[in-house]
T-cell receptor, first 111, second 112 residues
Framework: GQNIDQPTEMTATEGAIVQINCTYQTSGFNGLFWYQQHAGEAPTFLSYNVLDGLEEKGRFSSFLSRSKGYSYLLLKELQMKDSASYLC????????????FGQGTTLQVKP | EPEVTQTPSHQVTQMGQEVILRCVPI?????FYWYRQILGQKVEFLVS????????KSEIFDDQFSVERPDGSNFTLKIRSTKLEDSAMYFCASSVGQETQYFGPGTRLLVL
């Protein structure tokens, strides 16, 4: 089966650092994506990991461990506008590009 | 910066009616997708399309659904006879290769 788990909700303080975890069990693996989604809007691409390790992009970093079926998204210097849902998505086996999404983690940033 | 566009932004229809949701993918992209998101639930894959044919479809994408690329720019999703449970946000996405998919703003479909 296909299963992607993320915490449902998280709260953090403006200026702080937050780590959003994602674990996955999928039939095949061809990469893991993180998307940001504000309420009522489209998912916006944040990061892509296909090899183990850390990918850094400004205030956002994403880590992948394929052997553990685990990823995290790290957000630094949190801003109020970072309040959104963060979606973990896995591209499985095959060459169709299909993404399997987790439920998403709703992050609330407080002043 | 090029982006995926979708029309209409909102659509209200009666159960049993046909709807066509339209998408204009990013111009040099070769792979096209439809996803849906029922309110409060996760994003679900519907179908992927490459080289003018469906490359994969989910269990949700039954005989009531079809996709078409009628010309070089548009990519449409048709639901032949809508059901109440088809009410959702429908997202079109496109990608150059099989890496990053870029999503459109979505069409919110409400079936009454």
């Amino acid at each position: 089966g296909q299963n992607i788990d993320q915490p449902t909700e998280m709260t953090a303080t403006e200026g702080a650092i937050v780590q959003i975890n994602c674990t996955y069990q999928t039939s095949g693996f061809n990469g893991l994506f993180w998307y940001q989604q504000h309420a009522g809007e489209a998912p916006t691409f944040l990061s892509y990991n296909v090899l183990d390790g850390l990918e850094e992009k400004g205030r956002f970093s994403s880590f992948l461990s394929r052997s553990k079926g685990y990823s995290y998204l790290l957000l630094k210097e949190l801003q109020m506008k970072d309040s959104a849902s963060y979606l973990c998505a896995v591209k499985g086996s095959g060459n169709t590009g299909k993404l399997i999404f987790g439920q998403g983690t709703t992050l609330q940033v407080k002043p | 910066e090029p982006e995926v566009t979708q029309t209409p932004s909102h659509q209200v229809t009666q159960m049993g009616q046909e709807v066509i949701l339209r998408c204009v993918p990013i111009s040099n992209h070769l792979y096209f997708y439809w996803y849906r998101q029922i309110l409060g639930q996760k994003v679900e894959f519907l179908v992927s399309f490459y080289n003018n044919e469906i490359s994969e479809k989910s269990e949700i994408f039954d005989d009531q659904f079809s996709v078409e690329r009628p010309d070089g720019s548009n990519f449409t999703l048709k639901i032949r006879s809508t059901k109440l449970e088809d009410s959702a946000m429908y997202f079109c996405a496109s990608s150059v290769g099989q890496e990053t998919q870029y999503f459109g703003p979505g069409t919110r479909l409400l079936v009454l």
